[in-house]
């Protein structure tokens, strides 16, 4: 039962019990007011039949008044007394009613600021379907989001210590030895120097963009070009790599032409990001498919590979920052861990959608993009 209904019934109780209360009270006290009245004035008015004839109708008009102003007394009376037990009954009711509604309320200001102080495994109990349940359990998400969100908080600033302290040692440590001539300033000891800094250059461009695209500030600058000729160009471009590996890459249904509204930048980046995934967790050997397909509203990219998989609970998480598969890896062995929740940003910010599906681990996975098809392209297609 809703909140309003159960306050209109509230009320409507209320005024019953105030009537029901009146109703009794005045029809028990009336009566026997009223017969007070009367036995007094029959007890003043004893010598009546001793009058003479003619006083008779006198008397009778006095008596008339009498028992007027009796009757009259009488109700009065009872309507007091049922007045009194009417606003004591309507009390009762009223703050029945009230702590019911209050009661509930007054928990979620407790526990509102409890969270405030940082309780965030602070819960209440769901009572009822009404909006006060309703408010009970909104409260109770946003609480559990809260925990999350502060979770997330503290493994980001761990992840982000952890990633710059690696890079950072290392070099520290180089140029430690450079200076003790224990390491020999070979271009070997250089080359390495090097490339830990552009490591840790690199992870700080990615998380200035990821910053970015959380606060929403990334721009986009849409235009229609030829789907299939980016992933195709951007697939070409990474081949090498592939096949320094010993991987076989595959690109299906791209020489047809496929016209969508994306930033060119923004979605090379998204195929570099999810190739690169796909190279990284495929070991020699394996096989990479990139397919493009389109319908009346989308266009959808899907890099599949038959590399390590993914679990059920990876598959919900894999695009949450710093979120690795492997997490018995070393980090070294892989990129900052931020790549996907930047490539969603990207893709969302295109009006897109990015998801990934896997049957298990070791069982290979695959990712899909859809993004926005050109109008003029869908209506010249068919």
């Not at 004591?88 to 928990?107: F, H, Y």
């Not at 030895?177 to 080359?191: K, R």
């Not at 319908?295 to 890099?303: E, K, M, N, T, V």
């Amino acid at each position: 039962m809703k909140l309003a209904q159960r306050l209109f019934i509230s009320y409507l109780l209320i005024i019953g019990v105030g009537l029901a209360a009146l109703a009794v009270t005045t029809s028990l006290l009336a009566p026997v007011n009223f017969s007070d009245q009367i036995m007094h004035m029959g007890q003043s008015g004893r010598g009546m039949s001793g009058m003479q004839q003619g006083g008779m109708s006198q008397q009778m008009e006095s008596l008339d008044d009498e028992i007027e102003r009796s009757f009259r007394s009488a109700v009065n009376q009872a309507l007091l007394v049922a007045g009194i037990a009417v606003t004591a009954a309507a009390v009762i009711v009223s703050w029945l009613v009230s702590q019911r509604i209050v009661r509930p309320v007054r928990a979620l200001a407790v526990a509102s600021r409890e969270i405030a102080d940082g309780k965030y495994d602070r819960r209440i109990d769901v009572q009822g379907d009404d909006e006060l349940g309703e408010l009970t359990q909104s409260f109770n998400r946003m609480a559990q989001t809260l925990a999350q969100t502060e979770t997330m908080r503290r493994e980001l600033l761990a992840d982000v210590a952890h990633e710059l302290k690696t890079p950072l040692a290392t070099i520290t440590g180089y140029m430690e030895g450079l200076q003790d001539n224990i390491v020999a300033p070979t271009a070997e000891t250089f080359q390495l120097i090097h490339r830990e800094a552009s490591r840790l250059q690199r992870l700080v461009e990615d998380l200035q963009e990821l910053s970015r695209a959380e606060a929403g500030q990334v721009s986009i600058h849409a235009e229609t070009l030829d789907l299939a000729a980016l992933v195709g160009g951007v697939s070409e471009r990474l081949r090498p790599q592939f096949t320094e590996k010993e991987l076989e890459l595959t690109l299906v249904s791209i020489d047809d032409v496929v016209m969508a509204v994306v930033d060119r930048d923004r979605t090379e980046q998204v195929l570099v990001n999810l190739l690169g995934n796909a190279l990284q967790y495929t070991p020699s050997g394996g096989q990479i498919t990139v397919r493009l397909t389109h319908d009346l509203q989308s266009a959808r990219i899907a890099i599949q590979d038959n590399g390590i998989g993914l679990s059920q609970e990876d598959t919900r998480h894999i695009f949450q920052r710093f979120y690795r598969v492997e997490k018995s890896r070393s980090r070294s062995g892989g990129g900052s861990g931020i790549g996907l929740t930047i490539a969603r940003y990207f893709v969302e910010a295109q009006h897109g959608r990015i998801w990934a599906e896997s049957q298990g681990p070791g069982q290979g996975s695959t990712f899909y993009v859809t993004l926005p098809i050109a109008p003029n392209f869908t209506k010249t297609s068919h």
